[in-house]
């Protein structure tokens, strides 16, 4: 069985890898970083350029109809750059929730939009620190009509529309449905709110009258959302094994180059076993992707179980590698000068994007037992 990538896809990826270096290299992330504007805005029209928003679409919508294991690669190198852009809510979880649940008239307007880059799409699920559940949604949607406050919400404050989990009346799980709705319009309100990381904006969205539409059927906004979480969780693995891989990368350059008492801290075996654990942890999470990448493409029967695997060695990595990388290069890691913090910042941002860590160990447990039950 081959576990690795075509020659074609390798192409691929190092053709994003040279792009990012050459145009998004930490200056960008650091000017957006200290800055007010919502992305880097060259780098996302350079990606579009390339193709990435319409890597997996159907060309019936305008996209490239490239198989997920493309986007996977292209995902990789995102993360390695730590890129300012709106690739995640956008590329990935917009995109796939349309392609998931929407119906035809949906794909037919936004799709062709999202693959030009002339529209960005986001997801909103959050509506305070407390994590998401149907019984504490308290968004609503009737008659057309959506109310209520989501926050925070990445991309919120540049997406054309937002996919929206809203309560819609039913019982338990069924009481939430997805709805789609357009950002631009008088019934909602933007504001900005402050993250961990400042590179990748994030927004409070007030909907007050807004006009919106069902997103799939309604009372399967839960189940809607479980799918499409564990297709961005692989996609979402491959950043953060890229991000994971540059922090250890960053750490052993940096050890290699300090001197401390008339040698490189490099040798010292503290800083070996750092760095070989970053390592081990880099290539348990690279493999745990890869499964997930191969059930994403197969719409293999152990995709749940491949996503929550990838997902949670992914995150344990990035963040491990991201603070590592800071210990590494001692007091000046902690300085807002040092570079160390773009990928420690993205690293916390990933690893809460789609529940945290604890919600996918229960994931994970839990469908461990329902495969052993059947």
Sequence with gaps: MNFDFSDDQKLLKEQVRKFLADKCPTKVVRRVLDGNETH??????????LGVPATTIPEAYGGLGLSPLELCVIAEEVGRAAAPVPFDSSVVLATEALKLAGTEAQKVKWLPLLASGEATGTVAVAEGPEPPRPRNTRTTFGGGRLNGKKVPVIDGEAASFAIVLANTGGQGERAVSLVLVDLEQAGVSRRRVETVDPARKHAELVFNDAAAELLGAEGEGWRTLERLYD???VYLAFA???????????????????QAFGRQIGSYQAIKHKLADCYVKLELARSNAYYGAMMLTDDGADLPLAAAAARIAATDAYDFAAKENIQTHGGIGFTWEADTQFHYRRSRVLALGLGGPMAWKDKLVTRLEQKNVT
Excluded: F, H, P
């Excluded at 880097?40 to 350029?49: C, T, Y």
């Excluded at 953060?240 to 350059?253: K, L, N, T, Y």
């Design 240 to 258: 953060q094994v890229g991000g994971a891989e540059a922090a250890m990368w960053m750490a052993r350059d940096y050890a290699l180059q300090r």
């Design 40 to 49: 880097a805005d060259e780098v996302w029209k350079g990606l579009v350029e």
């Design 231 to 233: 297709t961005a969780a």
